[in-house]
């Protein structure tokens, strides 16, 4: 096996992209990419998308972005693992290229949501869990996790004002971000004021419905620094999942497949949690934020909302997260969320991050959830020296 290296990336700002149709949106994160990474043409193209059948009425994603990027010709395929479905694209590359199946590859993940009402778009979604005893049963997503922070609140003793510091460091850290949806700060009192959504999830404790595009270049480790004068190496890829309903789980308040996911990542780059200096994780409600501290090891039990509550998730505390504003603020096109957080843990080892820079960053950690923890994905990365 041969390890890899990002050379290369691209991104779209993410927002309601009226005028802007999916294929466009992915040439140009494709383009990007390629471009920063100096190459013309690509031996795969691995496309990560959940929606674009159901919202757009378009499927067979990987043919349509090779032939209109101009690389008709190329293996390409979509890749889906509901709002995984970017870090799953990232994870194929990574073993066609390891593998020695290719040399080359672009993943791209993409998402158009707001071209359709927004029940129609609710109700999509709903397919990220569990058909029969989920969404059938007329639970939303959103309620699935309200669910999930009610317990949380009643099993630990917070409020759900304790919650407010995962919003507010994430509009903070997306006001530097020139692609975030949201460039703008929140209060810990305009929090309390949120509209209630479905109870005790409010507006701010939610990431938005939106469109973006991101792009990865994937090439042999060894051969990178021809391409990019700061390569960035995958150390650690790994997925782990769970059952789909969340009353099927040991433990609903334990991402077990993220766990999973995360320690099997740990293993490969032979880390633990004390050297990651920062952590892209998948806010899309802030409940998840702090079930992911706790799933990846950087808080016991019932303390990830701790870790916030104590300051140490900003860009100078001890597990800065959502870095360039997270799904909270950067937004979250669902299949392309898992390609943008690690391009913007690579813009981080670059140096490249500006005002969000956190300082010295050689160790890099991004984690993608599907569902609601049903399929977890782990990425560890590192600057190559």
Not at 122 to 146: C, H, K, P, R
Not at 194 to 208: A, Q, V
Not at 287 to 315: C, N, P, T, V
């Amino acid at each position: 096996m041969r390890d890899v290296a990002i050379i290369g990336v691209g991104q779209t700002k993410v927002g309601e992209h009226w005028d802007v149709s999916l294929r466009h949106l992915a040439l140009e994160a494709l383009q990007a990419g390629m471009a920063d990474a100096g190459v013309a043409r690509a031996d795969a193209i691995y496309v990560g998308n959940m929606l674009s059948g159901e919202l757009i009425g378009q499927e067979h994603l990987g043919a349509l972005i090779a032939d209109f990027a101009g690389l008709r010709g190329t293996e390409a395929f979509k890749i889906e693992a509901a709002c995984a479905s970017g870090a799953a694209a990232l994870r194929m590359g990574i073993v066609a290229v390891a593998g020695g199946m290719a040399n080359i590859v672009v993943v791209v993940g993409v998402e158009k949501m707001t071209d359709t009402l927004g029940p129609d778009t609710t109700t999509a979604l709903a397919m990220a869990a569990d058909g029969d005893y989920e969404a059938a049963q007329g639970v939303s997503f959103v309620a699935i996790n309200a669910l999930l922070m009610r317990r949380y609140m009643h099993e630990y003793g917070y409020s759900h004002q304790d919650f407010a510091p995962f919003a507010v460091n994430a509009h903070r850290n997306g006001m530097n971000n020139p692609f975030a949806m949201f460039q703008f700060p929140v209060t810990a009192e305009r929090f309390a004021r949120g509209k209630m959504i479905c109870d005790p999830i409010n507006l701010l404790d939610s990431s938005p419905i939106c469109d973006g595009a991101a792009a990865l270049v994937l090439a042999p480790a060894d051969a990178a620094s021809a391409f990019s004068a700061v390569p960035i190496r995958i150390a650690g890829s790994a997925v782990g999942t769970d059952a789909l309903a969340v009353h099927d789980r040991r433990d609903p308040l334990v991402l077990d497949g993220a766990v999973l996911s995360a320690r099997r990542a740990y293993e490969q780059a032979h880390i633990g949690p004390q050297d990651v200096d920062l952590f892209e994780l998948h806010d899309a409600f802030s409940i998840m934020a702090a079930l992911s501290l706790e799933a990846a090891g950087f808080a016991d039990k019932g303390q990830g909302l701790r870790l916030a509550l104590d300051g140490e998730i900003g860009i100078e505390g001890r597990v800065p997260v959502t870095t360039m504003g997270g799904l909270k603020a950067r937004g979250h096109p669902v299949g392309a969320t898992g390609v943008y957080q690690v391009v913007e843990v690579v813009q981080q080892l670059r140096g490249l991050a500006g005002a969000s820079q956190v300082l010295d960053a050689r160790v890099g950690m991004a984690q993608n959830i599907g569902g609601s923890g049903a399929t977890a994905i782990t990425h560890i990365l590192e600057r190559m020296e």
